[in-house]
């Protein structure tokens, strides 16, 4: 079964602890995203690759880092975690192409930070 | 810049209803695509409809249906005869074409369709 998956799904942790919320899919797809989703302001992309060792910025990538050192795993760092990054954040995957291909989504990981 | 605008934050309909949800969007790409996506509460995203810009057709999915035109940079989603369980956000979402996926959401519209 074609899945992104997302761990852990709820967390609650504190200023300034650093975290890793994992992101793993299973279709060889090229291409992973991460965004976040705050009320008001939809999904907006925090990092993306295209492949393996390739990463870019999105939208809102401050406090964030990533790393893609295999094709299946996409990694979200919040290396000092802050209030304002409690959200709720989805990894999403699609092979690459012009063909508009399907994006596939994980089931999200809802964050708070106190 | 690509920009997808969802001018309706919320709405309420009456079960039986039929209802319409707008999107209108801004690319300078030529060739781009078009999505929707439910988020009931649970909070997952359920992929609707993907329509690339060279296809204007309207599209037909049971009680969905979805209106193309690029006259008017619209992509407009009809739920006809709404029902309970179609209470949740939808995102219209932009993609550019060329290659890699660009991809901007709306802001979304909450639907709550009363029984």
């Known amino acids: 079964e074609a899945q992104v998956t997302q761990n852990p799904r709820y967390l609650i942790t504190v200023t300034g602890k650093k975290l890793t919320v994992t992101c793993s899919q299973n279709?060889?797809?090229?291409?992973m995203s991460w965004y976040r989703q705050d009320p008001g302001l939809g999904l907006r992309q925090i990092y993306y690759?295209?492949?393996?060792?390739?990463?870019d910025k999105g939208d809102v990538p401050e406090g964030y880092k990533v790393s893609r050192k295999e094709k299946r795993n996409f990694p979200l760092i919040l290396e000092s975690p802050s209030p304002n990054q409690t959200s709720l954040y989805f990894c999403?995957?699609?092979?690459?192409?012009?063909?508009?291909?399907?994006?596939?989504f994980g089931e999200g990981s809802w964050l708070t930070v106190v | 810049a690509q920009k997808v605008t969802q001018a309706q934050t919320e709405i309420s309909v009456v079960e039986k209803e039929d209802v319409t949800l707008d999107c209108v969007y801004e690319?300078?790409?030529?060739?781009?695509?078009l999505f929707w996506y439910k988020q009931p509460p649970s909070g997952e995203l359920v992929f609707l409809i993907r329509?690339?810009?060279?296809?204007?057709q309207n599209e037909i999915s049971g009680r969905y249906s979805w209106n193309f035109q690029k006259s008017t940079s619209s992509f407009n989603f009809t739920i006809t005869a709404s029902q309970v369980v179609d209470s949740a956000v939808y995102f219209c979402?932009?993609?550019?074409?060329?290659?890699?996926?660009?991809?901007?959401f709306g802001t979304g519209t909450k639907l709550q369709v009363i029984p």
């Open positions: 279709m060889n797809h090229e291409y």
């Open positions: 690319t300078r790409d030529t060739t781009y695509y």
């Open positions: 979402a932009l993609s550019d074409g060329g290659g890699y996926q660009k991809v901007t």
């Open positions: 690759s295209m492949n393996v060792e390739v990463t």
């Open positions: 329509r690339n810009s060279f296809d204007e």
């Open positions: 999403a995957s699609s092979l690459l192409g012009s063909s508009g291909n399907t994006i596939y």
